[in-house]
Structure formats: C-alpha cells, structure tokens
C-alpha cells in the first residue's frame, strides 16, 4: 500500500507557481521522498527526491516539514506542459517505487 | 544517449493467448523492473532484476506471469494464457549502479489488450 495521500486533482494557472502537497505521517527515518509525474501516454518522469532537507534542481524544489510528516513539490513557473499525474513516494531501502494514485495536475492558460 | 525502450508499443490479442514484451534498458544499467499499470491507477510493481537473477518478484500477480533478463541486459515478460483483466500498459524501467535510492528510468510502455 502507498504511504502517502495526495489530492486527486489540482488547477494552476500558466506562468504561476504549483504547489503539490503530500502527507506521508508513516515516513521512518530511512526512508526517501521522491516525486515522479507522468505525463498523459508517457512513462513515468523523475523530479526530485530527499530526506529531510529541502531540495532544489532544475525542474522543481521539494520542500520536507521538520517532522517530515508531509513535503510540497514546488514547480515555480508552471507551463502547460507541466500537465501531468504527480506521484509522492516514499522509498525504504528497497528497491521498488510504491505509487498512490497521484495529483492530477492541469496547468490552464 | 538512448532511453529505456519498450516493443511493441501495443499488442492486442485473444483471451488464452500466450504474449512477450521486450524491454531494452539503458546500457550500462544493471538495474531493471518491471510494473502494470491499470487505466486510472499508479504503476505497480512487479519484478525487479540485480543482473540475470529475479531479486524481487513478489510483484508477480500469478504463475501465469514469468520475465526473464538472460545476458543481464534486455528483459522480456512473458504471460501465458492471458486474461481480459492483464489489459493494462506494462512499464520497464532501469538504473544504474545498483538500486537502493538511485533515480528510475522508466520507458514508454507497452498497452496491452487481451480481447
């Protein structure tokens, strides 16, 4: 079972900033959160991914609460192109991504 | 350089019917999983390769299902006597070195439906 919860779905305007939540209450100390999307008849896309400090890259920021009990993926300008289903996963040491159900997110003009 | 790449990028066959598809990971990648994705849902694991060896399988619904990776490089999931309920898109992805917290490439998939 995924240890996440995540909206089902979510509007941005273009040009704005999207900020995806995610709640993972369960997350132990050893476990990574990732972020994923997967855009319509795509496999799925890494973003980023951390453990407890917030993280910056070329596509998104991913900000972790200090309890690390939820994080925010964070895409400052969104695009239509960044229409997409994100997926929060938090990984143990195993190999395997356990996927929810993920935001739909629809970047609008 | 290439990505993961996925054939055929759609099969339709007939309930019963015995089906394979391919996945070629990215060179190098020693790393290889398989998962389904069902329409609407998140992809689910199925079996995960270190090299030739299945290191983690227990994703696998049944015994109809079965994947090989021979030489440590192209995979291949076989299902046998598929059902209308294997209809789903089936995605390969890999990663380099060896998994534990390294990013997934994840190919195109192959949509397949079982009539």
């Known amino acids: 079972d995924a240890k996440t919860t995540q909206p089902t779905s979510m509007d941005c305007a273009e040009g704005r900033a999207a900020n995806l939540p995610c709640n993972h209450s369960t997350i132990s100390g050893n476990e990574y959160v990732y972020w994923y999307r997967q855009i319509h008849s795509q496999g799925p896309q890494y973003i980023i991914h951390g453990l407890k400090n917030n993280e910056t890259n070329e596509m998104a920021s991913l900000i972790i609460t200090e309890d690390r009990k939820s994080s925010t993926l964070i895409l400052p300008h969104a695009t239509l192109r960044d229409t997409a289903v994100y997926y929060c996963i938090v990984r143990d040491a195993g190999n395997m991504l356990t996927f929810g159900g993920g935001t739909r997110l629809m970047v609008k003009p | 350089g290439a990505g993961v790449s996925q054939t055929p990028s759609n099969k339709v066959t007939e309930k019963g019917k015995y089906v394979e598809l391919r996945c070629d990971p990215i060179?190098?990648?020693?790393?290889l999983y398989w998962y389904r994705q069902s329409l609407g849902q998140g992809p689910e694991f199925l079996i995960y390769f270190q090299g030739t060896g299945a290191a983690d399988d227990s994703g696998l619904p049944n015994d109809r299902f079965f994947a090989v990776r021979p030489e440590g490089s192209v995979s291949t999931l076989k299902i046998q006597r598929t059902e209308r309920g294997d209809s789903a898109v089936y995605l390969c992805?890999?990663?380099?070195?060896?998994?534990?917290?390294?990013?997934?490439?994840f190919g195109p998939g192959t949509r397949l439906t079982v009539l």
């Open positions: 992805a890999s990663s380099s070195p060896p998994g534990t917290y390294n990013e997934q490439f």
């Open positions: 060179s190098g990648h020693t790393a």
